[in-house]
């Protein structure tokens, strides 16, 4: 029989693990290194918290070197079971390749996250 004490220690250990799962390596093609585990190869940045959690979102650096005319959406990391996706035109894409800083915000799940894409 399991007491209250054990059912209370697993709770808990589930509760912590949660959070660790759902960023493990939730992303698409048009986000390499989104997820927790990945690397990014290019420009990752982490966007505000917002509800007590955030999201990473890796701008690929093909997407740098050679900014698509129609611009990119990426999706963001998995946390908190969403994601969140945000939208660099050209011009933006150029702007950080050239080493400046775009401030976007995400699509909305109810909530949004803001994050500032630039190189490191």
């Known amino acids: 029989m399991v007491t209250r004490r054990d059912f209370l220690k697993s709770s808990i250990a589930t509760l912590v693990l ?3 799962v759902g960023c493990s390596d939730d992303d698409t093609p048009t986000n390499p290194g989104a997820g927790g585990g990945a690397t990014c190869e290019g420009v990752s940045s982490t966007g505000s918290n917002s509800g007590g959690h955030a999201h990473t979102v890796c701008v690929a650096s093909g997407d740098l070197t050679s900014p698509p005319a129609s611009g990119r959406t ?6 908190a079971r969403h994601t ?20 976007v915000k995400s699509s909305s799940a109810g909530h949004t996250h803001d994050f500032v894409i630039q190189q490191a």
């Open 84 to 103: 969140h996706s945000i939208t660099l035109s050209q011009a933006e894409l150029q702007t950080v390749a050239s080493g400046g800083s775009v401030n």
């Open 18 to 20: 949660i959070p660790l």
């Open 74 to 79: 990426y999706i963001t990391s998995s946390n």
